[in-house]
């Protein structure tokens, strides 16, 4: 199995959760978009479900596919997430943010009764921080924001390179209209601490460590799908 097929092989998995009737998160990244493209099938099928796609990326597939959408004020309550993750621990606490849309994937996954995440076992770490972490910022005062960001880390004794995330030689856009700068802090052996570092400062608008959100973790390695539990 290669790493697109274990990525459907995890969504394929994810899919057994979603029930008539639901009000789904849909998440972002290559191993969601393989979600999206196996909901749209059952749809045509006559599952009735309705979604709230985590960015504009997963909102044009979804439209493109079929997959009934609504905004998050028309449906402010969903009954499950499924999105991807560029990094899960064993207690499911998770780095995501690599395709830029954790605000988005941060606000629909806590609209949520429940956030699964479905990934393939590349992803699956002892401690977080391989990774760059994913941390959306507001252009005012990005200069400042980085150095109270460097502050902050060193208090929790991590340090590494603050890189401005580049799309095609330009700064990359949030759909939210932020830049995110990827944090290469290396082991990060406490991710509660690091994220109440990070909330205190003004200029960070969110940032990629989602802890105590998702319950469930659907990992597809070569001999197939396995489940973690929070
Ligand atoms: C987007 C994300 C994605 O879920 C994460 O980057 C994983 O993507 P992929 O499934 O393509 O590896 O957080 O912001």
Do not use: W
């Amino acid at each position: 199995m290669d790493a697109r097929e274990m990525k459907v092989e995890a969504a394929k998995a994810a899919l057994a959760y979603v029930e008539d009737g639901m009000r789904l998160g849909i998440g972002t990244g290559s191993t969601a978009e393989e979600f999206v493209r196996l909901l749209a099938e059952k749809v045509h099928g006559g599952l009735k479900v309705e979604g709230v796609p985590t960015s504009e990326r997963t909102a044009r597939l979804c439209l493109e596919l079929g997959v009934p959408l609504k905004s998050l004020d028309e449906l402010p309550e969903l009954d499950l997430t499924v999105d991807g993750a560029d990094e899960v621990d064993a207690d499911l606490t998770l780095i995501k943010g690599g395709g830029g849309a954790l605000l988005r994937e941060k606000i629909v996954a806590a609209a949520s009764s429940r956030m699964i995440v479905i990934a393939d076992e590349s992803k699956l770490v002892g401690v977080l921080g391989a990774f760059p972490l994913p941390i959306e910022v507001n252009p005012f005062g990005e200069a400042a924001t980085r150095i109270a960001i460097e502050r902050a880390a060193a208090k929790l004794g991590l340090s590494g390179e603050l890189k401005l995330r580049k799309s095609g030689g330009d700064i990359f856009m949030t759909d939210g209209g932020h830049h995110i700068f990827d944090a290469s802090f290396g082991r990060i052996p406490d991710a509660e601490a690091l994220s109440a570092e990070l909330n205190s400062i003004p200029g960070v608008v969110e940032h990629g460590l989602f802890i105590h959100m998702a319950s469930l973790a659907i990992i597809a390695g070569k001999a197939g799908a396995r489940t973690l539990q929070a």
